[in-house]
């Protein structure tokens, strides 16, 4: 009897659309992550596409401010690189700023050092708090890291 109440409860709980997380307590270790994203950074608004595919470069398109519109960042290989109207900087990593609102998006999404609690993700960037939301697929909901003014919203993630 009671071996039928617990698959009971079990069905019920698939049925009603009630998830058991699997990955709870595991490390955050994304298999790659394609997204929409929308970021306020020290009251700057920012939006474009992230594309980061597990083991290769991270690509950050800006779609918002209009004035930016189409201005690609590339992070592979220890370099940076910049590209703008036809014009292209290549950086090394350690000369990019450490803080810069790509930075922060991508370090965070490859840090594979959080363990996940609750839908969360909590570490440290650069010695700043910060918390990343996923949602039951373990995809990028929202990054806030407060001290600094940042926070992004993640849409569209595969």
Same mark, same amino acid.
């Given at each position: 009897?009671?071996?039928?109440?617990?698959?009971?409860?079990?069905?019920?709980?698939?049925? /009603?659309?009630?998830?058991?997380?699997? /990955?709870?307590?595991?490390?955050?270790?994304?298999?790659?992550?394609?997204?929409?994203?929308? &970021?306020?950074? @020290? +009251?700057?608004?920012?939006?474009? !596409?992230?594309?980061?595919?597990?083991?290769?470069?991270?690509?950050?398109?800006?779609?918002?401010?209009?004035?930016?519109?189409?201005?690609?960042?590339?992070?592979?290989?220890?370099?940076?690189?910049?590209?703008?109207?036809?014009?292209?900087?290549?950086?090394? &990593?350690?000369?990019?700023?450490?803080?810069?609102?790509?930075?922060?998006? !991508?370090?965070?999404?490859? @840090?594979? $050092?959080?363990?996940?609690?609750? +839908?969360? &993700?909590?570490?440290?960037?650069?010695?700043?708090?910060? !918390?990343?939301?996923? $949602?039951?697929?373990?995809?990028? &909901?929202?990054?806030?890291?407060?001290?600094?003014?940042?926070?992004?919203?993640?849409?569209?993630?595969?």
């Amino acid at each position: 009897m009671k071996k039928f109440i617990i698959l009971f409860i079990l069905i019920i709980l698939i049925t /009603s659309g009630c998830k058991i997380k699997g /990955s709870e307590g595991q490390q955050y270790k994304p298999d790659g992550i394609y997204c929409d994203f929308n &970021v306020i950074y @020290n +009251g700057t608004e920012i939006e474009g !596409t992230l594309s980061m595919p597990k083991g290769e470069a991270s690509v950050i398109v800006i779609k918002k401010p209009a004035l930016l519109s189409g201005f690609t960042i590339t992070s592979e290989n220890g370099n940076i690189t910049a590209e703008y109207l036809g014009m292209t900087v290549k950086l090394p &990593v350690d000369k990019f700023p450490a803080l810069s609102f790509s930075s922060i998006l !991508t370090d965070v999404l490859r @840090n594979e $050092d959080g363990i996940i609690q609750n +839908g969360e &993700v909590k570490g440290k960037i650069e010695g700043f708090d910060y !918390t990343l939301l996923l $949602d039951e697929n373990d995809m990028p &909901v929202s990054l806030s890291v407060p001290k600094q003014g940042f926070e992004a919203r993640f849409n569209n993630s595969k």
